[in-house]
């Protein structure tokens, strides 16, 4: 089994990631941290717990993060496709669990030098927990296993505003110092997660089965898809978050391409667009293995198995 954190702002597509996480064979999760982005830090770290609970797994530990960007203002909550709450404004029961005393940041450093080249961090909301991480450690750099970020649009245009993808934007200047660190990434952008898509068809399937977890993320994944279509993409939703987890456990659902990607952080948040050079260039110049092409039709079947 592969061990895992992961490092969410839980909202809809987080809750669906870390129930996959949670039924996978394949991961062992050993703590999930929190964020701000969809939703505020706090507002995150209660959701994870209640929606750990919800899967029955409870006993996983989650740790607060940051609570804003490095430099800039903290950005309003995604309402619109996530809710007042984060998750579509479907109550859950308040959590019996209580977040860790131990912050986000701390528990990355301790829990990969225990366990050197062996953890491999997700990464699928804003990337301040880790770029703190690296800034008071940066010897993580080289003992963790590998950086998958559910982040950026190299080839397609952003989801935030034209140009930008939320996570991103959420804090440029934190994405651009964890790819500019060395640490190994790899970047799970809106070029292969907008090709996953989950249909209202699914979410049928999810209601015949007729538990409380399918009509949760039933109910959840409807106001998504609601969202969805009012911005003009009336087939589904995209399974951004889901799919990070999905490239940890089997990396050839994607084909990656190493690419030296930045951050363009010169202008206001909405500006800050993953610019990858695609150029042949020497292998020392690549610093972020980019995801380009999914086998989307195999991992929307894998996602399904598993996410419940």
Known sequence: MKKVIIDVDTGIDD???????????????????????????EEATRNTLQVLELVGAGEIPVYPGASKPLVR??????KLFHGENGLGNVELPL?????????????????????PQK???????????LALAIMAAPEIVSLVERVVVMGGAVTVPGNRTPVAEANICADPEAASYVFQSGIPITLVGLDVTMQTLLTREHLQQWRERDTKISHFFADMCEVY???????????????HDPLAVGVVIDPSFVTTYPMHVQVDTSGSASDARTIGDRREQPASASNV????????????????KYVM
């Open 15 to 41: 809750a669906m990631a870390l129930s996959y996480a949670v039924h996978s064979p394949d991961l062992e999760i050993c703590g999930v941290t929190t964020t701000f982005g969809n939703i505020t830090v």
């Open 119 to 129: 953890i491999t961090l997700i990464t699928v909301g804003s990337m301040t927990n």
């Open 289 to 304: 293995d980019v995801c380009l092409e999914v086998d989307h039709e195999r991992f929307v079947e894998h996602f399904l």
């Open 73 to 78: 203002e903290l950005k309003e909550k995604a």
């Open 225 to 239: 898809m609601d969202a969805y279509a009012k911005v003009g993409n009336v087939l589904g939703c995209g399974l």
């Open 95 to 115: 959590p019996f669990a209580a977040p860790q005393a131990m912050r986000a940041a701390e528990f990355m450093i301790a829990t990969i030098k225990a366990h």
